[in-house]
């Protein structure tokens, strides 16, 4: 197969995979139909290489991997997570809630190595399934490397139903309040939302320096010197303590943004987001190459039974916390079902809810202001932040 012909089919799945989740709002994951379209494929007449043969070798996707955690780091604004403070707490009580469960129950059930796989990719997004896929497979632990993509793939059918029920639950709740007079439009969380939209770091170390020299390049070379940073930093504490690289690249991202060398979201801002996030998103599903009819029944059953305790357990978790916090069960658990699916699937979850509920616009603007913030908020601990050091401690297990 031509390096041309093989690269056409892989993006037109994911093309594929696109339309279906906008003509099914999201319902049927984009990442599950080209998960079946890849599968198919390997089936039939793929060469197992294909990912490779397009363009997107290992090396690659590590490259990427490095520029688009680095990138993750500087979406983080420590203000507005203060003033979140209560979904961070109960986003993270349903993490602990997940991780109790599984390596409670979970291990006597599936074993312990099946469960370390699962934990990582069931609270986070691409990044994690991958670590941890990679992980088990220099492990020597083949259906395991398959399984951390499976699972990645299929959490969302357990988040995307549940949580719009219970969003739908809250959105009732907040609307008699409201009707009723006992409830208003929060300003500052209107505020807050619109404030977050429109932020723009400045380039504290580079203010002098005229705009016309901040090239995409420019903008390359120092998200790749913050990571290279990471990764030196990684090498030089592998004999005290070994953490991952992956991990410190979101604390170095964190760090770049604060102090003003790298601006928010550098990587959208280089014009190189959406060809990094292809290249992944391939990787991803080249892994799946492993996969074999056979292989695919055997991992089922784990499968099931895994998204299955981890609900149960994020339930009884958030539940309990957000009766502590003063928060409804049914906001407590939306925000920690974040964790199954993250962004953009929070927000276009969330939208979708208060469009069904109401067609008042002052309704839709009061439950705005109470359901985006948590749920956005959640969304990007869960799976841009926790997902990622759960990783990057748990594939040393391995």
Known sequence: MSQMLALVIVVFILFIGDLVAVRTKAWVPSIFICAVLFLFGYWTFFPKDIVAVAGVPPVVATMLM?????????????????????????????????????????????????????????????????????GAKEAGLVSLSVFAIVIYVMQGFAGYPITSIVLKKEGKRLLTQYRSGKLSVSAQAAAEVAATAAAKTELKLFKNMPEKYNTDFFKFFRLALVAYLAYLTSTLLAPVVTISPFVLCLLFGVIASSVGF???????????????????????????????????????????????????????????????????????????????????????????????LTEDEKEREMLTSHMLPPMLVGGFITVTIVSVILAGIFVGFL
């Open 66 to 134: 490095y520029l688009l955690i680095t990138n993750m780091g500087t979406l983080l604004s420590l203000r507005e997570l203060r003033n979140q403070w209560k979904t961070i707490v109960i986003a993270l009580s349903g993490i602990l809630g997940i991780i109790a469960m599984l390596l409670g129950i979970g291990t006597f059930i599936f074993g312990f190595e099946t469960v370390v796989v699962a934990i990582p990719p069931l609270v986070g997004g691409v990044v994690s399934a991958l670590i941890m896929s990679e």
């Open 262 to 356: 790298l601006e928010k979201q550098v990587l959208q801002k280089a014009n190189g987001f959406g060809f990094a996030l292809l290249g992944l998103m391939l990787f991803i599903f080249d892994g799946l190459k492993q996969a074999t009819p056979e292989m695919m029944l055997q991992i089922i059953y784990p499968l099931i039974g895994t998204i299955v305790l981890g609900v149960i357990g994020m339930y009884i978790f958030s539940m309990i916390v957000g009766k502590i916090l003063k928060v409804s069960k049914e906001m407590a658990f939306a925000v920690s079902l974040t964790a199954l699916y993250g962004f953009p699937a929070d927000y276009i979850i969330t939208n979708e809810v208060i469009k069904s």
